[in-house]
């Protein structure tokens, strides 16, 4: 089963910070958060992953609280094109059976 | 763009028969992955290759098998169909197990069986 849960669905303004929560609250000190999306039908795409600090890259933030049992993941300027489902996924870090364990994920619109 | 491909990207069987999906991996990465993605859900994991061997398994019966080549290209082969195995097939690539390896995604194969 997943680690993490998602709200189902939201939405935001095209042009808007869209802020995706992820909660973990199961979360080993050895397991990184990753952040993955997947639009319609096509491969899941990789956003960003870190451990404890905050993380930013071309694409979005990583926002992990500092006890580490949820994080944010955030769009700072959505446009239509960051409609997708976002998945939040732990990862434990060792040397077997590498593998992500997805939930449903969060389907985000975003809105003219 | 990830630089896995993955082919053919669509496949029509029937119920029985047996299939064989193929997956390259991104430029440097010698480990790859296999997922399934039934209709409205996320991936689940099948298992994954390193070194052309088996590196951890999901929950999927042995009619779901695999290879890895040298080139690091990878198969998926499922034995006996069912129209359960309808679904979108997923590889991902990486670098060796135990870093801080990302898995890159290729664009799937879509699967129906009838």
């Known amino acids: 089963d997943a680690k993490t849960t998602q709200p189902p669905s939201m939405d935001c303004a095209e042009g808007r910070a869209a802020n995706l929560p992820c909660n973990h609250s199961?979360?080993?000190?050895?397991?990184?958060v990753y952040w993955y999306r997947q639009i319609h039908s096509q491969g899941p795409q990789y956003i960003i992953h870190?451990?404890?600090n905050n993380e930013t890259n071309e694409m979005a933030s990583l926002i992990i609280t500092e006890d580490r049992k949820s994080s944010t993941l955030i769009l700072p300027h959505a446009t239509l094109r960051d409609t997708a489902v976002y998945y939040c996924i732990v990862r434990v870090i060792d040397n077997y059976g590498q593998n992500f364990v997805f939930g449903p994920g969060t389907r985000l619109s975003v809105l003219p | 763009e990830t630089g896995v491909t993955q082919s053919p990207t669509h496949l029509i069987k029937t119920r029985g028969q047996q299939v064989t999906l193929r997956c390259s991996s991104q430029?440097?990465?010698?480990?790859v992955s296999w997922y399934q993605q039934a209709l409205g859900q996320g991936p689940q994991f099948i298992f994954q290759?390193?070194?052309?061997?088996?590196?951890g398994r999901g929950n999927f019966p042995p009619r779901f098998s695999g290879l890895q080549f040298p080139n690091y290209s990878s198969e998926l082969n499922v034995n006996a169909l069912e129209l359960d195995d309808s679904a979108l097939y997923l590889c991902?690539?990486?670098?060796?197990?135990?870093?801080?390896?990302?898995?890159?995604f290729g664009p799937g194969t879509r699967l129906l069986v009838l």
């Open positions: 430029s440097g990465h010698n480990t």
């Open positions: 290759y390193y070194r052309e061997e088996e590196n």
């Open positions: 870190g451990l404890k």
């Open positions: 991902a690539s990486s670098l060796p197990p135990g870093g801080r390896e990302t898995q890159y």
């Open positions: 199961t979360i080993s000190g050895n397991e990184y």
